[in-house]
């Protein structure tokens, strides 16, 4: 644990003078003593992009019981000290492991109000399914779910509750929600059409101003889901923690809990992140323009923990950590000559909530982990191959599509490939690991000169992001930001023939930014889901040869 006294924001200083004069007939010094502090005591706890990980993975690593379990500790050491303590969340709740995903995340929200949360940011994947789903979770929720930048385009008015101020003991807690703008180009319209994502500085400023017109809270906390971007330099991402903190006046925000870049927010120094770091090493936070930057990696592998004394107002950062749960120890750490599997020593699993959740746990598996076919070599989904390359899963998937709607080609964006599958047998899991996120296939019939001018928009798209097409079918070539060349099975596109092609109802509907097809009159919708899709075609082509579809 760091040790140290850190002061962040609100700088209003006392200077406390002492003065003694000796002067020819002075008898007595004159001190001027200040008065004894008003010492708020307060520890925020936090997670971020959880992914569906309610339960241990198969080494036995995070889970929400082990969690528990090092919450219940460190409630009880805060306690012991005279501390507050907040539980919150940077959002992303949804969408990573098939046994949650099936569920709609019932185990996980259920089990996070078991946990003690007080609040979460909105991620971008709460909008991966239809919004009824996002309504149920809140009533699962005995906590608000917060962002202050999701506005109805109808009323003008926030979509969802924008902030929340709690009392903990004798301190007042200000919280802000906020989500990434970028929901709106990878979010699936079809359910966020009517929603706008504004800007945060402004949603924040706004936001604060409305809290402080009721309540005058000791610390301000913006809950984010927006990404840590060092020195703010955020990419093709939209901006994120880092320009939030600039934007703000000093002063006006004291803390942000991130989440949505899923990594551990350490600094090596000043706008210079720490890029190697490992579980049990020292961790500082970011600091930008006075306010400080928290983020805890992902999937419930950490809980970061931050103590802080509120003294005349002043907002002081005491120490800082991320605490590993049940994290593989990697560096081989010896205690007393016995090699310990997890960092810091294994946390025990809190025996309610495993009882709570086994039974959501036992569901899922029972309905996934069956074989329904079989592969003869490694199927490549990775995010760092498939969104730069053609790769034998992209069109796999493709001629899956292509053959349930009786197209001519078939085309998906990588960033609905979201796993690899290994050779051997082929579980309904795999497949979910693969496709989490419920897309129904379409199809649209249009003619050569319209589809060519689609065809040349879509392929242009570029590497390293999740609009990269994945085609089957289809061929063309790109030369020097000119597509050329274009043939439809082998032949070259005839501008007056009719075609039809696959794809999903994600990208038909504007997602990852494609042109949008749902008013094209050559527009069908079907109820084939993605994964359903590809699991029907895995069991009729089994055992499938990888190798006929390798890129060519």
């Not at 960033?415 to 047998?425: H, Q, T, V, Y």
């Not at 060519?452 to 089957?472: M, V």
Request: hydrophobic share 40%; aromatic share 8%; glycine share 8%.
């Amino acid at each position: 644990m760091l040790n140290f006294i850190m002061l962040i924001s609100r700088t209003r200083f006392v200077v406390i003078a002492a003065t003694c004069l000796f002067l020819s007939g002075c008898a007595d010094s004159v001190f001027v003593k200040a008065p004894p502090a008003d010492v708020k005591k307060l520890v925020i706890l936090h997670t971020n992009d959880h992914h569906g990980r309610f339960w241990h993975n198969e080494q036995g690593e995070y889970g929400m019981a082990a969690r528990k379990t090092l919450l219940d500790k460190l409630r009880a050491q805060a306690k012991a000290q005279g501390q507050e303590v907040i539980l919150l969340s940077g959002g992303d709740i949804n969408t990573g492991v098939p046994e949650s995903d099936m569920q709609m995340a019932e185990p996980d929200f259920k089990g996070m109000s078991l946990l003690g949360y007080d609040a979460m940011a909105i991620g971008n994947h709460e909008f991966d399914n239809p919004l009824s789903v996002l309504e149920k979770q809140h009533e699962w929720a005995n906590f608000p779910l917060l962002s202050a930048n999701i506005i109805d385009k109808t009323t003008g008015q926030y979509a969802y509750q924008a902030t929340s101020v709690i009392q903990k003991g004798n301190i007042s807690i200000a919280l802000v929600g906020l989500t990434t703008t970028d929901t709106e180009v990878i979010g699936n319209p079809e359910y966020i059409s009517h929603l706008a994502f504004t800007n945060p500085v402004a949603a924040t400023k706004k936001a604060l101003a409305e809290i402080r017109a009721a309540a005058t809270p000791d610390i301000t906390i913006a809950v984010t889901h927006m990404g840590h971007f060092t020195d703010a330099k955020h990419g093709i991402n939209a901006p994120g923690d880092v320009t939030l903190a600039r934007g703000m006046a000093q002063g006006e925000l004291d803390v942000i809990i991130g989440g949505h870049s899923q990594e551990p927010v350490c600094m090596a120094q000043e706008n210079q992140a720490l890029t190697d770091y490992q579980p049990g090493d020292n961790c500082t936070p970011d600091k930008q323009n006075g306010t400080w930057i928290m983020q805890a990696h992902e999937w419930g592998k950490y809980v970061g923990k931050a103590e802080f004394e509120i003294i005349n107002q002043e907002v002081n950062l005491v120490s800082y950590q991320l605490i590993p749960v049940n994290l593989i120890n990697n560096k081989h750490k010896q205690t007393d000559g016995v090699q310990e599997k997890f960092v810091g020593g294994e946390l025990e699993k809190d025996a309610d909530i495993y009882q709570f959740l086994l039974p959501y746990q036992q569901k899922g598996e029972g309905k996934i982990l069956k074989p329904v076919g079989s592969i003869n070599g490694r199927l490549e989904g990775d995010r760092s191959i498939v969104r730069f390359q053609q790769t034998n899963l992209g069109r796999l998937i493709a001629a899956a599509q292509m053959a349930k709607v009786n197209a001519d080609f078939g085309i998906i964006s990588s960033g609905g490939i979201r796993n690899s599958i290994d050779a051997g047998e082929v579980n309904y899991k795999q497949i979910l690991s693969v496709h989490p996120f419920k897309n129904r296939i379409v199809y649209v019939d249009m003619l050569g000169k319209e589809l060519e001018q689609y065809l040349t928009t879509i392929a242009k798209y570029p590497p390293d992001s999740g609009a990269y097409t994945q085609f089957y079918g289809v061929s063309l070539q790109s030369v020097n930001g000119q597509i050329k060349d274009i043939r439809i099975q082998g032949q070259p596109i005839a501008a007056n023939k009719q075609y039809r092609f696959s794809i999903n109802s994600y990208n038909a509907a504007g997602g990852d930014g494609y042109p949008k097809l749902l008013e094209h009159p050559g527009y069908v919708a079907t109820h084939y889901i993605d994964a359903e899709v590809l699991k029907e075609f895995i069991s009729n082509n089994s055992p499938i040869d990888v190798t006929q579809y390798e890129p060519k």
